[in-house]
């Protein structure tokens, strides 16, 4: 017998949520119009740099409202869950765009360094420290949307990293206005360069995972597996999957045997409830059967099992 729980809505908070996404991402596109445009006036690489850092930002967070759309959409067709995974392919996007960036811009640093041009470091201590405030304000906007989204909070934290950023650049501004020391500015760049690649492959590792269906990070699906075979009346549970549908949203399968005279039906809905209140898997979908005298007999239920059989007693 089958049964399976959907009792979840997962996305972004109806009213205000898309309202204070919405505020951030004109903040944040606002922001980094003006600030290519002075770092094209002031000739600061570091500037540029940051704008396209934030320009991965705004993409994520625009996807991100998009995606939850597109997410809410009743499943039909072939599309059983819906469209929920176009978030995960933006995400994987965001994060492949990101690192492509960063290749170029700590190209165009290395060629600074070898002949700089001259900066204006005044312009780029002023852009910074705006970029300071800007981030701040975004960050509190985002933070208070309610959502759960992969790509909102990979670029939640892009912009908590876009504040070490924009302290780099401050600092190159600094030292070109007290010395006339140009490199700064590249040197600034390459910083910006290492945190683009840090949080790119943040992007594309957490996205592939969800790409692979493995397992939630930090969810041991050993440990839920025993977890589950001690559950009163469970003879044995096999055929154990766990992944995740799109972000913060894991689903669990998993055959389970039941002790002869018990009630399949009790044991099936104790698991759920157990998954749900322990593990936050609300969307599981176990086949439950009797254990029989054959089972016992030669320890295997089902002759194409995948993966570990966990029984009553045994350490994970």
Known sequence: MMAATDRHAHGLAPGTGVGRLSAALALIVAFMAGEVAAGLAAHSLALISDA?????????????????????????????????????????????????????????????????PPVAGATMIAVALAGVAVNVAATLLIARSGSQSLNVAGALRHIVTDLYAFAATAVAGLVIVATG???????????????????????????????????????????????????????????????????????????VLVAPARDCHAVRADLEAFLADRYSIRHATLQVDHATATDAADGQHCDDAHGPAYRPGEVA
């Open 181 to 255: 020391f140009a490199r700064a500015d590249a040197i600034a760049t390459l910083v910006v360069v290492v945190l683009m690649l840090h949080a790119g492959y943040g992007l594309i590792r957490d996205s592939g995972r969800i790409f692979l269906e493995a397992a939630p990070a930090g969810l041991d699906p050993q440990a839920v597996g025993a977890a589950m075979a001690a559950r009163p009346d469970v003879a044995e549970v096999h055929d154990l999957h766990i992944w995740e549908i799109t972000s913060g949203m894991p689903a669990a399968s998993a055959h």
């Open 52 to 116: 396209a850092h934030m320009l991965t930002d705004a993409a994520a967070i625009a996807l991100a409202l998009i995606t939850a759309r597109l997410a809410a959409r009743p499943p039909g067709g072939g599309y059983t869950y819906g469209l929920k995974r176009t978030e995960i392919m933006s995400a994987q996007a965001n994060g492949i765009i990101l690192v492509l960036l960063a290749a170029w811009l700590g190209y165009s640093a290395i060629r600074r360094l070898a002949s700089p």
